[in-house]
């Protein structure tokens, strides 16, 4: 009999110590488990946490305020917005499309982070855990399409609301398949929650997610800049990328001395050594970079050989941050 209570409380105290566990979600302590993802959060951000919780229990959170590409996945899918994180020190961490401490909430200690799901590259700044996490980073289109993946394995029914969010998310981070970080891991997956959801038409749902993110009439210079935007630290320099993709690029492209004011502003008020911003067009696959000082023209010239327009570099076949911007002017800051 003793030896059967000890060998009960010996299996207690190694459940309670284990790892958090990817691949075995009973044996978790979801207890204050809260899953969210980066600052100025995308569509992918907001869904994967939204479908992490279900897959593995706690609750999403998002950083910041979300877009109006998210506000429209939500509300079409029918499914609430995750709360918005507030200083949370005593919880434990899912984090789902980063790895970046550049890009965590101030409120968050590393060492609570229990676990990555990411498609993004381990950078020099990656965040700094102090025990051993779950970890699962795939070169897939979008941390969306792993956890569809993590659910299928598992056997866990993504409802049909969590299917269309999900689905959101894939489209979102492939620019509906048009981007180059498309894998047919993202097209698979893309197929799969569409019939969950209910969704007939891949492509229609993702043209109307794309005029939902262009719609930005209303919207300032200043959050426009940051609607869609990292920090990220290259050769020890500070840098700033932001993004706006758009299906409608001449709105944005007109509003440039708008944009150059409040890049200044930013630049200054974050501490930056370098911002850049552009403007994706999803329509034509090509990217308007912008910058606002010699100092960040030296880089772009570096990093890119395109067509300078009055300080708009337009850069051909030029759609992802990720793969092609970012990776430029890592190279191009790292050689100055």
């Known amino acids: 009999m003793k030896r059967r209570y000890l060998a009960v409380l010996l299996s207690i105290i190694s459940a309670s110590s284990m790892a958090f566990d990817l691949t075995t979600p009973q044996v978790n302590n979801t207890d204050n488990l809260v899953w969210t993802g980066h600052l100025s959060p995308d569509t992918d951000t907001v869904t994967s946490a939204i479908a992490a919780a279900h897959i593995y229990g706690g609750t999403a959170a998002i950083p910041e305020d979300i ?48 676990a990555i799901v990411d498609h993004h590259a381990i950078g020099g700044n990656s965040v700094n855990m102090t025990q051993v996490a779950a970890v699962d980073i795939r070169p897939w289109g979008s941390a969306a399409t792993i956890l569809a993946n993590h659910a299928e394995t598992l056997g866990i029914d993504l409802p049909a609301n969590i299917a269309c969010t999900t689905l959101g998310g894939i489209l979102s981070d492939t620019m509906v398949f048009r981007s180059p970080t498309t894998t047919q891991y993202d ?15 891949i492509n229609a749902f993702g043209e ?12 300032s210079a200043a959050d426009i800049l940051t609607l869609d935007y990292k920090n990220f630290a290259y050769g020890g320099k500070k840098v700033g990328i932001g993004v706006a993709e758009t299906i409608t690029a001449q709105q944005l492209l007109d509003r440039k001395s708008e944009f150059i004011a409040a890049m200044k502003a930013y630049k200054k008020e974050a501490g930056l050594d370098h911002l850049f911003f552009s403007v994706i067009d999803t329509k034509h696959k090509r990217a308007n970079l912008l910058w606002i000082d010699s100092a960040d023209q030296k880089i772009a010239s570096a990093a890119f050989k395109g067509q300078s327009q009055e300080k708009w570099l337009i850069l051909e076949g030029v759609t992802s941050r990720k793969r092609q911007i970012g990776p430029a002017i890592q190279k191009a800051v790292e050689a100055n």
């Open 208 to 219: 109307k997610m794309l005029k939902a993110k262009s719609d930005l009439s209303h919207v």
């Open 187 to 201: 097209r698979s997956y893309a197929e799969k929650l569409a019939k969950l959801a209910g969704i007939k038409d």
């Open 67 to 114: 877009n109006p590409e998210s506000h429209f996945v939500l509300e079409h899918c029918q499914t609430t917005a995750p709360k918005l994180l507030k200083d949370v020190s005593a919880q434990q961490f899912g984090l789902v499309d980063f790895n970046q401490q550049t890009q965590l909430h101030s409120s968050i200690d590393a060492k609570n982070i229990v």
